[in-house]
């Protein structure tokens, strides 16, 4: 069984400008979540998906995005870029919604680097 | 409240020591308790939960001991291999995971 695909795993933007990052999730998982890693913070939550629907969000700025296509795939999108927006950013998937009662599987990264 | 503060943020034991990684919660409403391990370049993997009804969990050398009353919660991993040396996460969960900041374990020959 294939685990979450993150495209791309590697990138490298300018201040100002906007990026899209997917995610794949394991077969048969509705639910999407995404989290920002960095040093010294861990994990922080950004949001999760169902059903096309965002049912949960963290506190990031309105600058960070995503969806969830009919598919289960999901994108975020974070625009105008800062330089403390660099960081892993990290997608994970589970077989239904609720976060608190299930394992999460996550995938490798997209490591956004803001220059 | 969502917090949950995790220690130390480094740790170096002897191959077969004891290591012990500490985290402290909030939120009393918190109902579900895992940690996870990343290894450089990958993803946090699942290695053991803990829900609050019970005050310990073992699975293999990892246990999970839980203090409800101080809102406490420990790993412990037994007779430690350099295999284990990786970053862990502790979390604490009601309608979705809080993460603590993470320990970087290293197991040293």
């Known amino acids: 069984k294939a685990g979450v695909t993150q495209t791309p795993r590697y990138l490298i933007k300018t201040r100002g400008q906007q990026v899209t990052l997917s995610c794949s999730p394991i077969?048969?998982?509705?639910?999407v979540s995404w989290y920002q890693q960095t040093p010294g913070q861990g994990l922080q939550f950004l949001f999760e998906y169902f059903s096309e629907t965002q049912r949960n969000k963290g506190n990031f700025p309105g600058r960070f995005s995503g969806r969830q296509f009919s598919n289960s795939r999901s994108e975020m999108n974070v625009s105008t870029l800062e330089l403390g927006d660099s960081a892993l950013y990290l997608c994970?998937?589970?077989?239904?919604?609720?976060?608190?009662?299930?394992?999460?599987?996550f995938g490798e990264g997209s490591r956004l680097t803001v220059l | 409240q969502q917090q949950v503060k995790q220690s130390p943020q480094s740790l170096i034991v002897q191959k077969g020591g004891i290591s012990i990684i500490n985290c402290a919660y909030e939120?009393?409403?918190?109902?579900?308790f895992p940690w996870y391990q990343q290894f450089p370049g990958k993803g946090p993997a699942l290695l053991i939960a803990?829900?609050?009804?019970?005050s310990e969990k073992k699975e293999g050398r990892f246990t999970i001991s839980f203090n409800k009353s101080a809102k406490q919660f420990s790993l412990h991993i037994m007779d430690s291999q350099p295999g284990d040396s990786a970053t862990y996460f502790c979390a604490a969960g009601l309608t979705r995971l809080t993460f603590g900041t993470g320990t970087r374990l290293t197991i040293i020959p």
């Open positions: 994970a998937s589970q077989t239904q919604l609720a976060s608190n009662t299930g394992e999460l599987f």
């Open positions: 939120n009393t409403a918190f109902d579900y």
């Open positions: 077969s048969g998982h509705r639910s």
């Open positions: 803990i829900r609050p009804d019970v």
